[in-house]
């Protein structure tokens, strides 16, 4: 009988978690009396798939959204009959990716390694290594922002490699690629090479992807090309190469109208700032208000906090240009 009880009481537990973790769910013709089943999981699919999507247009307000529903996974999954207990922790740990990458997309760098941490571990208990390498590369990514590339590299060395689908080894590449660009030196054209090789493998890991025919449920982009061509111009502008980078922004802005509005700003600081490495200062400051106007719109602050940046060092070498003033007062509006 208090086995019965235990169970009807986990059931309208979670259901009335997944309502408060962002939404109606339908819910209609569940019955009480069974704790996790398949039908529960299949809620917890859906509610994971419309956070996924929403994720890729905006930052704030899905924050509390994302960390209420990351925890009730983390909870479900301990309880979890053996079943359903790998979907579940496969859920629980891209859920708390996505928590990373919005607290990160927010500009709390502590929060977003303390989720993509969490993220890590869970996809290790459910021995998903694509999941796993989903995570790590967003903790490394975290320590480049913290001005720590070395550590971002050793953290992606972390991956088994040997296991990861062609999509997991593209997405650890890219960011292998990115973080090896932040450690080249203008002397170390080793690094450079090293990095673009990345790239390359990314490219050739997405084109293998096509014909396995297996695609994780975190590919969240359509296009292969834009998405690499987004790491592409971040690693061009890391390595102060604006002629290469440019054109790679460009195609990279293109792809994510279609793909992750949400990072779309952050694609748009990053063209003001080689705009702006290749000395084309007028075009530099149109495309940072392009930035400053995106990421309000989806409340991206760390977007707003680089172009800031960029403000301060075109005051600095173009104190009296009108259109680095006009800059200024749109920050500040």
């Known amino acids: 009988m208090r086995t019965a009880t235990r169970a009807s009481a986990s059931r309208r537990v ?18 009480d009396g069974r704790a996790i089943d398949g039908e529960v999981v299949g809620l917890l699919q859906a509610r994971t798939k419309r956070l996924r999507e929403s994720s890729t247009e ?27 207990r790998q979907e579940v922790g496969r859920l629980a740990s891209e859920v708390a990716w996505l928590a ?10 502590r929060l977003s390694l303390e989720w993509g941490k969490r993220a890590a571990r869970l996809a290790r208990d459910v021995r998903d290594d694509d999941l796993r390498v989903h995570a790590l590369a967003r903790v490394s990514r975290t320590y480049l ?68 025919g297996f695609r994780p449920d975190w590919v969240w982009w359509s296009d292969d090309e834009g998405f690499v061509k987004s790491w592409e111009s971040e690693v061009w502008r890391s390595l102060s190469v604006p002629e290469r980078a440019i054109p790679a922004f460009h195609a990279a802005v293109i ?18 700032e080689v705009m702006a490495q290749g000395g084309h200062i007028d075009a530099a400051v149109e495309e940072a208000v392009r930035a400053v106007v995106l990421a309000r719109a989806v409340n991206a602050e760390a977007a707003v906090d680089r172009v800031r940046k960029l403000g301060r060092m075109l005051v600095a070498s173009a104190p009296n240009s009108r259109y680095v003033r006009s800059l200024g007062e749109v920050l500040r509006s």
Do not use: C, W
């Open 14 to 31: 979670v259901l009335k978690a997944l309502a408060a973790a962002g939404g109606v769910l339908m819910i209609g013709g569940l019955e």
């Open 58 to 84: 905006i930052v704030d307000p899905l924050i509390n959204s994302l960390e209420s529903y990351g925890e009730l996974l983390v909870r479900l999954f301990t309880e979890a009959p053996s079943t359903y």
């Open 100 to 109: 990373a990458n919005a607290h990160a997309d927010n500009g709390d760098d």
């Open 145 to 212: 922002t913290l001005k720590d590339p070395a550590r971002a590299v050793l953290t992606l060395e972390k991956a088994a490699t040997s296991r990861l689908s062609h999509y997991g080894r593209a997405r650890l590449e890219v960011h292998r690629a990115l973080a090896l660009a932040r450690t080249a030196t203008g002397s170390n054209q080793a690094t450079a090479t090293q990095s673009l090789k990345s790239l390359d493998i990314a490219r050739q890991a997405l084109a293998d992807a096509k014909t396995e």
């Open 255 to 272: 792809a994510a109208t279609y793909d992750d509005v949400r990072e779309l700003p952050f694609l748009q600081a990053g063209l003001a």
